[in-house]
């Protein structure tokens, strides 16, 4: 299968990212999202990525705008998708919302088009029947700050052909990601069923008041070595996608304890626009948080 178009859809924090991480690899790149205020976010995190690159991966001046004349910008599903050989699905993180996406897509695109859920937490199975196409349809699931968090999991469900997962794994390493293929549905896949339960347990610890997010994050830094704590990763995650997981968990399961950690994201955070680094202000306050003073992890 030979990819040249890709339409990514979907230009928030990671589908901003793949997009860009694409089109440097030598992709043309159309990004499509619900409306051109929704386009003009995506294009101001585009602006940011190019620094990023150029302090992380010592890429040139020439290579980044290189990689920027490749993306266009759509608002328009059917204009976004007619060349589409590959469409990623980095819409959010809500069953119903990607469910209505999939079938809006599967009548606006060519019958050649693969589609691909980068969703984090739900199984390519939920959506399957919806995009029309089941065996062309899987997950690529990538980590945020991809260029240099560089996995792509990918994740086939039963009805998914197997040249078309041999494809994918193909194209991820292509745009400079180490590929990671999982060969049954899995929850999380592999990254998110190690990270999701160990930040939603700091999670617990706050809402349930036993400590505050400073001593949590300095409890897991110093004992383990990480450079990150918990809330400082979720600040990187972006809170909007946390309040989401834990919501759908709270409608899904009745467990209070998630709907309590829903309230407490949304009441105290994302109402007042704290929604991570991106704005920022999250857990933390950005440039320059405090879990990044040198006095962090002496007091």
């Known amino acids: 299968m030979d990819f040249k178009h890709v339409t990514v859809a979907g230009s928030g924090v990671l589908g901003s990212q793949i997009a860009f991480q694409t089109a440097y ?8 999202d619900i409306n051109d205020e929704a386009l003009g976010k995506g ?50 993180e809500v069953a119903d919302i990607k469910r209505d996406f999939y079938t809006k897509l599967a009548a606006a695109a060519p019958a050649k088009t693969i589609f691909a859920t980068n969703s984090s937490t739900m ?25 240099k968090n560089n996995t792509a999991e ?50 617990q610890l ?3 008041e036993i400590a505050d997010v400073e001593t949590i994050d300095k409890t897991w830094m ?25 919501a759908g968990k709270a409608k899904a399961t009745g467990n209070e304890l998630y709907g309590k950690i829903a309230q407490m994201l949304k009441t105290q955070y994302i109402d007042q626009g704290k929604l991570g680094r991106e704005t920022g202000e999250g857990f933390y306050q950005y440039p320059n948080p405090s879990f990044a003073q040198q006095s962090f992890l002496k007091e």
């Open 206 to 208: 706050l809402v349930k």
């Open 222 to 246: 110093i004992g383990t070595g990480a450079p990150l704590g918990p809330f400082a990763i979720l600040d990187v995650v972006g809170i909007n996608t946390a309040y989401n997981i834990s």
């Open 43 to 92: 294009k101001q995190r585009i602006a940011v990525l190019p620094q990023h690159y150029i302090e992380d991966l010592g890429a040139n001046e020439q290579e980044l705008a290189a990689a920027q004349q490749r993306i266009s910008y759509s608002s328009d599903l059917k204009q976004a998708v007619e060349q589409a050989d590959l469409v990623i699905e980095a819409v959010p």
């Open 25 to 32: 690899k030598g992709y043309q790149v159309t990004i499509y």
């Open 123 to 147: 199984l390519p199975s939920q959506f399957a029947e919806a995009t029309g196409r089941p065996s062309q349809f899987l997950a690529l699931h990538f980590a945020n700050e991809i260029w």
């Open 154 to 203: 990918i994740m086939k469900h039963p009805g998914t052909a197997s040249e078309v997962f041999e494809a994918i794994v193909q194209f991820a390493k292509s745009i400079g990601m180490v590929a990671l293929p999982l060969h049954k549905e899995q929850p999380g896949y592999i990254l998110n069923s190690l990270l999701v339960p160990f930040l939603e347990a700091a999670q």
